[in-house]
Every structure is written in C-alpha cells, then in structure tokens.
C-alpha cells in the first residue's frame, strides 16, 4: 500500500519523489548519506538539490542535516539533549569509537589526508594501547562491532578473503565519526576516554554511561 505524497512537498516533481524517499530512509536508518559512485552518487545529487526541504522535514525529530565541507556525505546530528533518535553504543562499542576518534584525529593532524585507513590489528594494537587495563575483544567481537559501525556509516570495512586473516582487514574510519563524539581536542578526548580505562567493556546490548 503506498502512502499519500505529502501535500507540502507537492512542489516535487513526480520523478524526482521516489528517490527522495530513498534518501530519507537511508539517512534515518544510518545516519549519513554516502554519496561517491554509482546510485549513492545520484542521491546524494538529489538530495543536495532538496537540502532545504530534507532539512526542514528532519528538524521537528531534532536532527541537523550537515553537509560535509570535504567529501559528498551529507550526516544526520542529533541535536543533544532534544533528540530522542539519538544512537546508543554499548561500552565495548564505546571504546572502539573513541579508539577510531584518537586515531582518525592523530593522522588529520600528521598530515592533510582525505583517507584514513588502518588494519584490523592495527586497530586492535591501538585499542590496547589507550585502554591497557581493559580486556580488549576477541576477534569475533571486534568484527561484530565493526559490522554495526560500519551499518551506522562510520566506517568503511574491506574484510580479507581469508577468514584467517582477518587482522589484515582495512577500515577506513570516515569522517562521520568525528562528528558522532565531536570533541573540541586531545585533553577533551582524554578525559572522557579516563572513565573507561578502570572498567571492561560491556557485553553486547549493554548502554555506556
């Protein structure tokens, strides 16, 4: 059953409704909106031509559409405290984010790139690194939380052919994440990610605090 078209946006020509309705589930269900080959890139054409419309439409469920100065990806953010779409990571996924933040923010500061990519195991040393205390994920966990962030467009995953060499896997952490947890610096990231060094992540479901 198809629903009415709404009558404020009856502006839109007829072609142009099917593909906007694809962009707002695509931006509800993960969050951003990739736009550099193919259909995604027809979308995110779209969807830049509507901006004002997508935008006022989303602004009642206190979300902001952000376009990203850099690459085609146009995100959701949710405006905190007012949003009640906001996404929940467990403790575990926490970790790994604020792991992919230090790293994504360390690189940007090294050197001008539009890319950061690392391995799995590279991922997984650094992890190590800044939370020393905790007990780090095993590599199924780790997979399984790369596959929710990577759903929530927060990165991009190249899984190895070979299952047993998963550690060899590149992820691309994209800049949507930064945006998730948008620390102002090093000493802001520092003391959030202080609170988490004296507990072991959380089993899978559980909210971080």
């Not at 078209?5 to 962009?23: C, E, K, M, V, Y």
């Not at 206190?62 to 990571?89: K, N, S, T, W, Y």
Request: some cysteine; charged content about 25%.
């Amino acid at each position: 059953m198809s629903l009415p078209w709404p009558s404020f946006w009856q502006h839109i020509p007829d072609g142009d409704r099917s593909a906007l309705s694809d962009i707002l589930t695509e931006l509800l269900a993960h969050g951003a909106l990739l736009g550099e080959t193919g259909r995604d890139r027809e979308r995110y054409l779209l969807a830049r031509e509507y901006h004002r419309e997508i935008a006022e439409y989303l602004a009642p469920l206190h979300l902001e559409l952000v376009p990203d100065p850099d690459r085609p990806i146009l995100q959701l953010r949710p405006v905190p405290g007012d949003c009640g779409l906001m996404a929940r990571f467990t403790k575990a996924e926490t970790l790994l984010v604020l792991t992919l933040w230090r790293i994504y923010h360390d690189a940007r500061m090294e050197t001008v790139t539009e890319t950061v990519v690392i391995t799995a195991n590279d991922l997984w040393q650094r992890l190590r690194l800044y939370f020393e205390t905790v007990t780090a994920p095993t590599e199924a966990q780790l997979r399984d939380m790369l596959g929710r962030l990577r759903n929530r467009r927060l990165v991009r995953v190249q899984w190895h052919d070979d299952a047993a060499r998963f550690g060899e896997s590149q992820v691309e952490i994209l800049p949507t994440l930064p945006r998730v947890i948008p620390f102002e610096d090093t000493a802001a990231w520092e003391q959030q990610a202080g609170g988490f060094r004296q507990t072991a992540p959380g089993v899978a479901g559980e909210e971080a605090a």
